[in-house]
């Protein structure tokens, strides 16, 4: 777009100096519009999860086949380094910038710097909480109090079917504090506790994403609680494979039979390693998180290079999967999502 408009001073200025009898040599000759290829900027949170590479590798491999160079940055999980390359992106004079960021807010300066440079910023994932909501051009992403309040409904549900009664004790591992994912995920695993007399949410931890953090902190609650823990709510599925390594380590079992001392897990994102271990009845209820930004990123694109203004806020939809049969579908407010059941047909045919 605003390479575009630099070709069109240079058209203006030659058609200019025409009209004044001034001839052009041949170095004066403006570049024929539109010759080279539109730039994309993307700041990438990191490599923290299996669901962040399979973003990653979305958004690559889209680009690769599309007429756009993609200049990609891993920001490390650092707000610094994303900030760096919204600079960088900045200064290399790039068309479009696409950011997924670390954490919400933090981002004005940064985004003004952009809109003053021309540069449309795409925020995709994770949101970003600015003063001026037109310093970004548009944002799609998951609704991510929206999942946690269906894996809460969903263990509610479970509760009642297999008429469990006992007051239940629930720990949380908690995603990058500060992140959309983790404060609409927290807040729905907070409010559920609170509104249950009999349940009790012991404690909240950030495992950061990632599966050695996720185990350190479930090392910690099993020394600390011992037996008293009835619910781990994993808020992605590497934090869940930690804890459940942290579970077998400390002898004891996960599943779904929480009257037998079984610790029942719940986890986000249904990576193919997390409905591996849904199927196995491992976690016992997966509410997806989809990764598979490239397609429509490269879309959104494309219909901008027309001349069309994207949708400013877009929710993708997403799933959930269980391998217990006694529930199809749950209801959050007055909207039923279905829960589906994990089968090997289904893990075959899953993009990630
Ligand atoms: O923002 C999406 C979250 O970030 C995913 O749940 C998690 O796996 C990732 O690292």
């Known amino acids: 777009m605003k390479k575009r408009r630099l070709a069109g001073v240079v058209l203006l200025l ?8 001034i001839k052009k040599t041949e170095e004066q000759q403006p570049a024929s519009p539109k010759t080279e290829r539109i730039t994309v900027g993307f700041s990438q949170v990191g490599s923290e999860s299996d669901w962040r590479m399979a973003s990653t590798a979305s958004i690559q491999d889209a680009f690769a086949d599309s007429p756009y160079t993609l200049l990609f940055n891993d920001g490390q999980q650092k707000q610094e ?6 600079r960088e992106f900045i200064d290399q004079d790039v068309d479009y910038i696409i950011l997924d960021p670390c954490v919400e807010t933090g981002w004005d300066s940064a985004l ?31 609704d ?12 509610e ?18 995603g990058t504090i500060g992140a959309t994912a983790q404060i609409g995920r927290s807040r729905a695993l907070e409010e559920a506790a609170a509104a249950h007399d009999n349940w009790t949410l012991l404690e909240e931890q950030t495992g950061d994403y ?15 609680y011992k037996d008293e823990i009835q619910v781990v709510y994993c808020e992605n599925d590497n934090e869940a494979y930690g804890a459940i390594d942290a579970i077998r380590e400390a002898g004891k079992k996960v599943g ?35 990764p598979l930004y490239g397609k429509r990123l490269v879309r959104m694109i494309d219909e901008m290079e027309q001349g069309e203004l994207p949708e400013h806020h877009t929710y993708i939809e997403e799933g959930q999967f269980s391998n217990y049969s006694g529930i199809r579908a749950i209801w959050v407010v007055d909207n039923s999502y279905l829960v589906t059941r994990v089968t090997e047909e289904l893990l075959e045919e899953r993009e990630y």
């Open 144 to 155: 991510f109090y929206l999942e946690g309040q269906r894996a809460m409904k969903w263990l």
């Open 256 to 290: 779904m039979k929480i009257k037998d001392g079984e610790i029942l897990v719940l986890s986000f994102d249904a990576t193919h390693g997390g409905l591996q271990l849904t199927m196995e009845g491992k976690i016992a209820v997966n509410t997806e998180c989809s």
């Open 81 to 86: 380094n994303q900030i760096k390359a919204i």
């Open 14 to 21: 030659a058609a200019v100096l025409s009209s004044c009898g």
């Open 210 to 224: 990632t599966e050695a953090k996720g185990k350190e902190v479930m090392e910690e609650y099993l020394r600390k």
């Open 112 to 142: 003004m710097e952009a809109k003053e440079a021309g540069i449309p910023v795409i925020v995709i994932d994770r949101e970003v909480s600015v003063e001026d909501e037109s310093l970004y051009t548009a944002w799609i992403g998951s």
């Open 157 to 174: 549900s479970y509760l009642q079917k297999e008429n469990y009664e006992e007051p239940l004790n629930l720990v949380g591992i908690q």
